[in-house]
C-alpha cells in the first residue's frame, strides 16, 4: 500500500468516526509533527465525544421505554 493510500485510509477512518473536517486536518498535522501522544488524546475527545452522545440518546430511549410501559400497563385489563 503507497503512503497515499494509507493517509486515504486514516482520513477516511477519522470521517468514519465521525471527525469533522478540522479534526482530520488537526490530526494529520500532528502526524507530521510525529505527536503521536497529540494524536490520542485527540481521538481519546473523539470518542468521549461519541460516548457522551450515545449516553444521552440512551436516556432519551429510557423515556420512550417508561412511557410505553406506563401505556401498556394502562390499556392491560386487571387478571
Known amino acids: 500500500m503507497s503512503k497515499d493510500a494509507s493517509v486515504q485510509a486514516v482520513i477516511q477512518n477519522l470521517e468514519d468516526a465521525g471527525c469533522d473536517s478540522k479534526t482530520v486536518e488537526e490530526f494529520l498535522a ?15 475527545r473523539q470518542r468521549r465525544q461519541l ?13 420512550l421505554d417508561y412511557l410505553t410501559y406506563q401505556l401498556n400497563k394502562k390499556c392491560k385489563p386487571a387478571l
Open 30 to 44: 500532528l502526524d507530521v509533527e510525529g505527536k503521536t501522544g497529540e494524536q490520542l488524546k485527540l481521538l481519546a
Open 51 to 63: 460516548l457522551d452522545r450515545v449516553h444521552r440518546e440512551e436516556k432519551r430511549i429510557d423515556c
